[in-house]
């Protein structure tokens, strides 16, 4: 298939996956700002903890007035999602905060578990690193398959490196951390890599919504480096030529489907393969520019 064929179909897909489902919903709002969205099911739902929150408009739900700090909603919240994820609503239970806040590295809102941040659509950060290899005939990436328990996207190709920032966290040492816990990356190797974009992934999802900003990396590792992962999380990786990679990315289901997020941050290095064909680079880098800006 030509470059030009690829980049259609992989245009395609994110035009279907990224396409928003039209519908109402609810703003939570913190100091009249929103903190997270969410279908009026969810907010109904929520609304339900009275303690916690209160529905001041069919498209408005605030924390109670006697919530006012970060401190006292993020511990009210703690009993709130305890209990949606014993009535099964929220993916698995993983005990790392994320903070919500106005702006990433801004002092939070207040603190949420990680496996209820698509529930209440609230916006997460994610730092992401394309393991790549100069080889005697070109360019390879390293691709990761996600261990088949996993809560979210079980099985899918992957990053070599991928994570959420967890609150009081930075993107330096996500990237060192998770470089190391899914790839046996040393830190000293794992900080060599470079930012190149960020990108801002926002879509509909069976858990709520994916509002989710991501600080891409590229990462050049030595030839004779051989990844190995720590934590479980991924099945195995593999060096796939750079070549290969765009059939990679235009398919959205079967064993060789690679994540959403992890498509788009791949992609990143594909647009800038120096002998792309100028319609197809043109097509991708129209693709990036639409998940580039961050509202």
Known sequence: MSSRALAA????????????????EVALRVDGRIAGRL?????????????????????????????ASAVDRSAALVPVTQTLAAEGALTAWRDEPYAVAPAF?????????????????????????????????????????????????????????GGGIAAGTSVARTVAKESWEEAGIP?????????????HVVRDIPDGIQDEVIFVHDLWLPSA???????????GQRQHPLAAV????AESSGDEAMTVDASLVALTVVARTPDLDPEARAVLTALLRDVSRVA
């Open 105 to 161: 590295g801004a002092p939070a809102w207040f603190r949420l578990e990680r496996a209820a941040a698509r529930y209440f659509g609230v916006r997460t950060h994610a730092a992401h690193v394309n393991g790549l290899v100069r080889t005697g005939a070109g360019v390879t990436m390293w691709v990761a398959r996600r261990s088949p328990t996993k809560a979210i996207d079980p099985g899918m190709l992957d990053n070599l490196v």
């Open 225 to 235: 480096f051989t990844p190995v992962n720590q934590d479980g999380e991924a099945s």
């Open 246 to 249: 765009p059939a990679l990315l």
């Open 39 to 67: 279908a009026p099911e969810r907010a109904a739902r929520l609304a339900a903890f009275s303690d916690t929150f209160v529905r001041t408009r069919a498209d408005t739900l605030q924390f109670v007035p006697a919530l």
């Open 187 to 199: 830190a000293a190797l794992a900080l060599r890599a470079q930012p190149t974009a960020i990108l």
């Open 9 to 24: 179909r992989i245009r395609d897909r994110f035009a279907q996956a990224l396409a928003r489902i039209p519908g109402p």
